[in-house]
């Protein structure tokens, strides 16, 4: 079974500064890679995704996350946060040998704050 | 369409009572997911299916809950005699088949008091 593990629970940068998520999966072969932002009360948004190609993935709002085969990594960046990213941050995984494709594995989160 | 919908928004029951909460996916999507998330944590699988049948449970899924999509279109979870534990958001997802994104309504949030 795949698991997900976000080891930042909290984490505060200044306006302006950049930004790295971290994420680490276990999964046997190359599953599909997910980042979702949640605000206050609200759905998931999809940021990005991973299937397959260049590892370099870009995603909305100028978020931009790096797969590394080698260490099971998938952590996501931006050069510049804004205080509107202020939100939780969910790495998930799925895998592509079950009927659905989206039935997805969610790591625990990653609250983001942004000091003005 | 506007995206998914989930009703209501919030619901406060006492213990032991029965709810219900009702998805709306969009309106193509002919796959549908519950999720479930609670303070904290982030969202876990409950539930799939495809057109209207129930192709995927997961073991969280305990006999107290049941889902239907009785027309392949919008879908209902029921959870029955309600425990504290059950507290938590309740999240409806969709997709196309193909699709590699699944779209979230923005939740149930599930209060037993």
């Known amino acids: 079974a795949q698991s997900v593990t976000q080891p930042d629970i909290h984490i505060t940068v200044s306006e302006g500064a950049s930004l790295e998520l971290r994420c680490n999966y276990s999964?046997?072969?190359?599953?599909?890679l997910f980042w979702y932002v949640q605000s206050p009360g609200q759905g998931l948004q999809l940021l990005l995704k991973y299937f397959s190609g260049d590892t370099l993935v870009q995603g909305i709002k100028g978020f931009e996350a790096e797969f590394k085969r080698s260490q099971s990594s998938f952590n996501l960046r931006k050069p510049s946060v804004h205080w509107s990213d202020a939100a939780e941050y969910f790495c998930a995984v799925g895998t592509p040998y079950n009927n659905a494709g989206n039935m997805l594995t969610f790591g625990g989160g990653t609250r983001l704050m942004v000091k003005p | 369409d506007t995206g998914v919908s989930q009703n209501p928004r919030h619901k406060i029951t006492k213990r032991g009572q029965n709810v219900t909460f009702r998805c709306d996916p969009i309106s193509e999507h002919n796959r549908l997911y519950w999720y479930r998330q609670t303070l904290g944590q982030g969202p876990e699988f409950l539930t799939y299916f495809q057109n209207e049948a129930q192709l995927e449970k997961s073991r969280l899924l305990s006999d107290r809950f049941s889902a239907e999509r009785p027309k392949g279109s919008f879908s209902t979870l029921e959870i029955q005699r309600t425990e504290q534990g059950d507290s938590a958001m309740y999240l409806c997802?969709?997709?196309?088949?193909?699709?590699?994104?699944?779209?979230f309504g923005q939740g149930t949030r599930l209060t037993v008091v």
């Open positions: 999964y046997g072969a190359t599953p599909y």
């Open positions: 997802a969709s997709s196309s088949q193909g699709d590699t994104e699944a779209f």
